[in-house]
Each structure stands twice: as C-alpha cells, then as structure tokens.
C-alpha cells in the first residue's frame, strides 16, 4: 500500500509516498481502507515539530472501509463505512491507504454522507463539540463568538453552536460572508476592518480558534464566561484570563465514540455539513499542506487516496 512517511522535519518537501505492507489489526482494533483523509494545521505543525522519532506520518482524519477485525472487537464488521480519529495526538499515519486504529475510535459513517465529508468531519467537529458543549455546556440563549467562522473548526462550530440554540457571532474575511451567514450565524464581523475586541459584548463563550487573541477579545466576556483556547502558545494568555475569574482553558481534542456519534447525528439530522475546499490525490501531500498553510481555505482540506 502506499502511505506518507517523513525522514526529517521541515517543510511540505519532507512528506514523501511509500510503499509499505498494509498494517494487521491487533487487540480490539480494526483495519479500515482509507477512502479519504483530512487534513489539518495540526498536521503541518508536527510536520515541522515531530513526534519524537523518526521517520513517522500524520494524519488522523480518516473515512473509509473496515476490510480487518482485530480480535475482541464487536462494534464493527467487515464491510462497515466508518470514520475517526484514532490514536490523537500519537501516531496514526492516515495519510495512506489503509489504517488500523481502536475500534472505539470509529463510529459508523451517516450513510447520506459521503467519505470525503466524513474524513473532514472527526478531528475539527470532535474539536469544535468538546469545547462547546462537552467543555462550556452551550446552553440555547448563550451568545458565542467564533475567529475565522468559515475555517475547518469554526464551519463546524458555528453549525453545532445553532443546534444548541445559541447566538452566534463570527468574524470571516469579507469574501466568506456570505458562507457563514449560510452556516446560521447571526452576525458576521469582517476582522480586518472591524475591532472585533470593542465591537462586541456579552458574550458567553469564546471559542479560541486563532492564537495571539484573546488579550484583544477578553473585553468581548461577560463575568464567568468561557474561553475555550485551542493552540498552546495561548497557555500564558489563558492562565492570566483564569485569575480575572473567567472560566479559561486550554484544550486538545480526544478521539471519543460518544462524541462521533453525536456529531453523526446532527448530520443525519440535516443540522450540521462539511463544507469541502480542496481535494488533494495522495501525491500531492506536499501540495495540500502548502494550501493549507496559506490559512484562506474555506471549510475543509482533504487527500484522497
């Protein structure tokens, strides 16, 4: 099979293609044929940071076909179309064309959703759920301000934060307007001529999803509200908004069966789409991650074995 290894860090030139042995299942996990595979700044960042080790692959985005059972598993059967992001923040290496993983970490793909939406949906709407609802308990009536609300999180946290009946607030380049209106959002702010920080007020929870923020939105909160932070160079940030009494946290998603299947719920229930920029054939890897880094995409990046 072939699959993205890197020998060094570095840029989108250290991805390269291989060929390999497809993997074996091993305790309670299953093997899944890779139909798509998404692809986020995470990614990118442990491309150039590492794991620890080399060589290794990214990836953790993943739809496709369960074609191996590993002993104990009962979940799943051979044939199943599933979706997940096993192993986060280790190792999955589903940039490729199969991928094993615990079977807990799938859940089964809503069938009117087709494998390239599935494979963006796991790692940014896992994201974008635990920190609204499994972290600040979005309640209807809360009024929510979502950064860059037409990128891979903030599509799918705008869209979950409606089906909790909040009021939405996002910011989004001009030209994205239009698409996040679509989303639900009640008010769209063009942050490169706006002052997001003193135009806004009253809000309840503040999803973090660009770094280097939260000084300038901290006057957006109400008293006790919620900064959910999404990237770690805002630890210094958070702590410092946590001694001014407001609920602040760091967060980094987890892969969780439970949270799968409610988001594949809001997708059957016609609640919450993956909205798809680019699609990239597995030889250009190095290509998507160049996209992707340019921050302009609309929704979501994804290779397609």
């Known amino acids: 099979m072939r699959k993205v ?149 903030g599509h799918l946290a705008v869209q979950i934060a409606k089906s909790r009946g909040a009021y939405v607030i996002a910011t989004a380049s001009t030209a994205k307007h239009d698409f996040v209106r679509g989303l639900g959002a009640d008010e769209v702010i063009d942050y490169r001529s706006v002052d997001v920080g003193s135009h806004v007020a009253g809000v309840d929870v503040l999803l973090a999803t660009v770094a280097g923020q939260l000084r300038e939105l901290e006057g957006t909160l109400t008293p006790g509200g919620w900064v959910i932070a999404l990237n770690g160079a805002d630890a210094e940030a958070v702590q410092q908004l946590s001694n001014r009494g407001l609920h602040a946290v760091f967060m980094l998603v987890e892969p969780d069966r439970a949270d799968l299947e409610a988001l594949a719920a809001l997708v059957r229930s016609g609640a919450l789409t993956v909205h798809i920029d680019q699609i990239f054939p597995l030889e250009q890897v190095a290509e998507a991650h160049r996209f992707g880094e340019q921050g302009r995409s609309t929704g979501k990046i994804i290779l397609s074995p």
């Open 5 to 153: 290894i890197q020998r060094s860090l570095g840029g989108p030139e250290a991805l390269e293609v291989v060929e390999v042995d497809v993997p074996e299942p091993g305790m309670a996990e299953v093997l899944v044929e890779v139909k798509a595979a998404g692809v986020n700044p995470v990614d990118w960042k442990v491309r150039r940071g590492g794991l620890g080790y080399l060589p290794f692959s990214v990836g953790w985005d993943v739809s496709g076909v369960v074609r191996g059972i590993g002993p104990g598993v009962t979940r799943f059967q051979v044939g199943d179309e599933v979706f997940g992001m096993p192993r986060f923040p280790l190792e999955a290496a589903a940039y490729a064309e199969f991928v094993t993983g615990p079977s807990r970490q799938f859940a089964l793909k809503p069938s009117g959703m087709s494998h390239v939406q599935a494979a963006g949906l796991s790692l940014a709407g896992l994201t974008a759920w635990q920190a609204l609802v499994s972290t600040a308990g979005l309640e209807a009536g809360q009024r929510v301000l979502i950064p860059a609300g037409g990128g891979g999180v």
